[in-house]
């Protein structure tokens, strides 16, 4: 792998602010598959109080090096030590940053992280199936598409279809 643009880092208190912003943020909120809520900043603290002490997720800020701007989240959710499966998650939320590979990056760098440090053997992702941006995305990080949940979402008045895509860690060392 290249040298990277990026760095993960903690998610801290005093990101919570904008990430607020970005999670009231519709082209966001959007393409996440739970429902939409209006977030506060109290919901927030709430939230990253409860994630912090799950043991089944790593979830990091995305950083640049360059400047140490916080440009995003990556998450690993679902960690299952027998199994030894995750789901990833992963938002640009600053826009200025979108389209320029840090996603990629990001994706890339946390696949060598869940493969080699905590023996994740495979990792899952599920992507709303009009979301053409992250299926794209997914795939040059070398996921394949493995099925497709018609209607699983309920989202804007109406069901949404879902993909799910796979990673094995044999087919990533390859």
Not at 72 to 97: L, P, Q, V
Request: with cysteine; aromatic share 10%.
């Amino acid at each position: 792998m290249k040298p990277s643009r990026i760095y993960f880092r903690a998610i801290t208190e005093q990101d919570l602010p904008t990430l607020m912003l970005w999670r009231n943020n519709p082209r966001i909120a959007d393409n996440i598959l739970g429902p939409i809520r209006f977030i506060s900043l109290a919901h927030e603290r709430q939230w990253l109080e409860t994630v912090l002490k799950d043991k089944t997720s790593v979830r990091c800020a995305i950083c640049l090096k360059s400047t140490d701007r916080y440009i995003g989240n990556i998450y690993a959710t679902g960690i299952d030590s027998i199994n030894r499966t995750a789901e990833m998650h992963i938002f640009i939320g600053d826009d200025k940053n979108q389209g320029k590979g840090y996603a990629a990056e990001s994706i890339k760098m946390m696949i060598e992280y869940l493969f080699n440090e905590m023996n994740i053997e495979r990792l899952e992702a599920r992507i709303f199936a009009d979301n053409n941006r992250s299926i794209q995305l997914f795939e040059s990080c070398g996921f394949k598409k493995e099925g497709t949940h018609i209607a699983a979402v309920y989202k804007h008045g109406h069901r949404k279809t879902v993909l799910s895509f796979g990673l094995l860690r044999t087919k990533w060392e390859k």
